[in-house]
């Protein structure tokens, strides 16, 4: 007997967190640019804008867009091994072993992982934002699971079953 095909991998990324994110990072460059550039090489009363000042400025909106832009990092890829997470700036890499379920509950704005030790891993990867493609991912994790479930052999009875 032939074992069933194994579920195709899952990749999910937040898409309209990212959307929002770039919206938000490229307005945040422009206004300091802006503001950079307006800011006049003058002296008004105590305080003494120069050309330093200017290039500050735009620096400044670069460094914020970057750490906007960082927030739409998230990332999760899953196979038959197990799965690979990136939240924000922490990684995680969860084998289907320590699996207990994927959850993705009503009024959650992400999915999680229930794990066997009873922590649980968010998955800011998928997103409630995002409809259609987060259930889909959901799907797909539960399918992998579920393969990496039936794949495992049955543990050992216990010495003492009652």
Known sequence: MASPPLPPPVSAVPRRMRLVCAAAATAVVVVMTVVGVLLKESTTGVVAFRTSDQVAMIGLGLFIAAGILALARSRVD????????????????VPWESVR?????????????LLADDDEVSLFAVQAADKERAVRAVEGLRALHAAARAARPAPPPLLHDD
Do not use: E, K, T
Not at 78 to 86: E, K, M, Q, S, Y
């Open 78 to 93: 899953a196979d038959a091994g197990g799965v690979r997470i990136l939240n924000i700036a922490v990684r995680h890499q």
């Open 101 to 113: 379920a994927v959850r993705f509950d009503r009024h959650s704005p992400w999915a999680s992982l």
